[in-house]
Structures are given as structure tokens and as C-alpha cells.
């Protein structure tokens, strides 16, 4: 009998190859380039200078290998509290199909193959935006998880960057309607993580984590949310008077608002559990996906966020 040896080795590339894939993050790093693509295609659509689509195409390679190299960096020192929760014990290295050195190597190469091409074939700003993201993503934010329940806002910062990266791609420096778009994204964060939290508590209290529902209790966790949800509902109008969502735009960011934030303070309600925290969770996407809908639908005039007398840029007159 013939023995094929060509099969198990076939299918343990193709294992690795699937782990390498899940190293990154898959459903991450597609949130994240679809807010970094809007970010780029309202700084477009707002009087943006045209870019040549291989510089735009290269931004957004560079953007998909930094979220990448973060997420496989991020797994790498977190492989031995991920094996407590129900959601990452079964990545490749808390399940030991990996040994942990590749995926430190992945992470380094990713990450030094984004960096520089944002920087030289995009523009220095953007690379330096995404070096920040790195960096507070894994030397500033993976570690503080275990030590303070600041980690969150900390760890949204760089959640925050993609849609700036969208739009310096774009435009080469900043300007208020793009750091209001990163304002959006960090403020939704808060309450979009702290319903996880929340409902799967005791994940993240066998892992170690420091989180606000296992630190401070539901009720501070829960005002929390209220207090990031107000701030959130009030920043995205402001969207509207620096140029950057219409009328629609408008009417929309109100009633979702006002849909995202009566949700969140139902959960003040000592009945409200685990359930209406799952809602909430599913709530927070659904607002977010709607919201970046309206804003693309109904953008601003061409120009207006770009015009001598908006003075939208960042330190303009």
C-alpha cells in the first residue's frame, strides 16, 4: 500500500494558513477598513484633492496590514489569559495548535511592512497615524487590560484612528471634520464594549481583566454607558455645521440617537439584565452601520469642509 504523504502535509499548511488568517482578526479588520474607506470617501466627497487610486489602493493595503500585525501582536501576549474565555480559547495559541514565536514574528513583519508603506507611498501623517495606533494598541493598551479598567478608553483610541487614516490619505493633514469622525467612532466604542463586558462578566473576571462591570458593579457600569452615549449623540451632530452630513443626515443622527441612547438608559432599570445588554450590544452595530449610511447618502456640498472660508483645517484662519 502506497501511503500518500502529501495529504497530512497539505493539510497542516492549509491549518496554518487558516490560523495565520484568524491571527488577524478577520471580522476586525473588515470593520475597521470599512470606517477607514469612509473616512476617505467623505474627505472625497467633501472637496478632497484627487489622489491618484494607486496611492488610495496602497492606503488601504496599509491599513489592512497594521489592524493585522496589531491583532496578531495582541494575541501573542494574550495567549495565556485568552485560553479563560469562552470566545478566544479556542485561538491558535491558547489551543496550542501555534507555537507562540510564530505569531510574534507575524505580527512584527506585518507591522513592519505597514508602517513604512503608508509613510513613504501615502504621506507621512497617515504613517504616523498608523504607528500610533500600534503602538497604543499593543504596548499601551494590551497591557493595561490587567492592571485598570482605563484600559477601555485608552484601547479606543486606536480603535478611533482608522476613519483619520481614511481621510489624511485623502487630504495629507487634519482637519475638525475628520477629528470629529474619530470622535465618533470613540465614543461609540465605550458603550459598544462595556454591553460586552457586561454580559460576559465572568469571562473576563477568570481571565484577569480589568473591566468596569467586575471593578465597579453594574450601576457604574451602566451609568457609564449613559453618560458616553449623550456625549456620542451630541457629537455626531456636530457633524452637520463643520461641513460634513445634510439635512438627512441630520434627521437621522437624531432618531438613531435617540433610539441608541433610550436603550442605553432603560438598562438604569434594576430589571434590566444580561439580555438587555446583549441588546445593546446588537444596538450599538446597528446604529453604527445606519448612521455611516446616512452620513455616505447625504454628505455635505462638494467642497464645503474644504473651502477657504469653512475653516475646517485644523489651525486654519
Known amino acids: 500500500m502506497v501511503v500518500d504523504e502529501a495529504a497530512p502535509s497539505s493539510a497542516r499548511r492549509g491549518r496554518l494558513l487558516l490560523d495565520l488568517v484568524a491571527l488577524t482578526k478577520p471580522r476586525i479588520t473588515a470593520m475597521v477598513v470599512i470606517t477607514m ?7 472625497t466627497r467633501s472637496g478632497g484633492p484627487q489622489r491618484p487610486a494607486l496611492t488610495l489602493a496602497l492606503a488601504v493595503i496599509g491599513t489592512v496590514l497594521v489592524v493585522s500585525g496589531a491583532s496578531a501582536l495582541n494575541m501573542y501576549i494574550e495567549r495565556d489569559s485568552d485560553r479563560f474565555m469562552a470566545r478566544t480559547k479556542n485561538r491558535p495559541l491558547p489551543s496550542g495548535r501555534m507555537a507562540p514565536e510564530i505569531a510574534l514574528w507575524f505580527g512584527l513583519a506585518l507591522s513592519a511592512l505597514a508602517v513604512p508603506l503608508l509613510t513613504f507611498a501615502v504621506n507621512a501623517l497617515t504613517g504616523l497615524l498608523a504607528a500610533l495606533a500600534l503602538v497604543s494598541y499593543v504596548l499601551v493598551y494590551t497591557p493595561l487590560k490587567r492592571t485598570t479598567t482605563l484600559s477601555l478608553p485608552v484601547g479606543a483610541v486606536p480603535g478611533a484612528i482608522p476613519p483619520l487614516l481614511g481621510w489624511t490619505a485623502v487630504t495629507g493633514h487634519l482637519e475638525w471634520p475628520g477629528v470629529l469622525l474619530f470622535s465618533v467612532m470613540f465614543l461609540w466604542q465605550i458603550p459598544h464594549f462595556l454591553a460586552i463586558a457586561t454580559f460576559r462578566r465572568e469571562d473576563y473576571r477568570r481571565a484577569g ?7 465597579r458593579g453594574d450601576r457604574v457600569t451602566r451609568h457609564h454607558i449613559v453618560a ?4 456620542l449623540v451630541a457629537v455626531t451632530l456636530m457633524l452637520v455645521p463643520f461641513g460634513v452630513g445634510g439635512s438627512f443626515y441630520m434627521a437621522s443622527a437624531i432618531a438613531l440617537g435617540a433610539v441608541f441612547l433610550g436603550f442605553g438608559a432603560y438598562g438604569l432599570r434594576p430589571s434590566a439584565g444580561a439580555r438587555w445588554a446583549r441588546g445593546l450590544f446588537i444596538t450599538s452595530i446597528l446604529y453604527l452601520v445606519l448612521l455611516l449610511g446616512a452620513l455616505a447618502l447625504n454628505p455635505s456640498p462638494s467642497g464645503a469642509a474644504h473651502s477657504p472660508d469653512s475653516q475646517a483645517s485644523l489651525g486654519g484662519p
Open 209 to 215: 481583566l480589568k473591566i468596569l462591570p467586575v471593578e
Open 228 to 231: 458616553y452615549l449623550v456625549a
Open 37 to 43: 474607506l469612509g473616512g476617505m470617501w467623505l474627505a
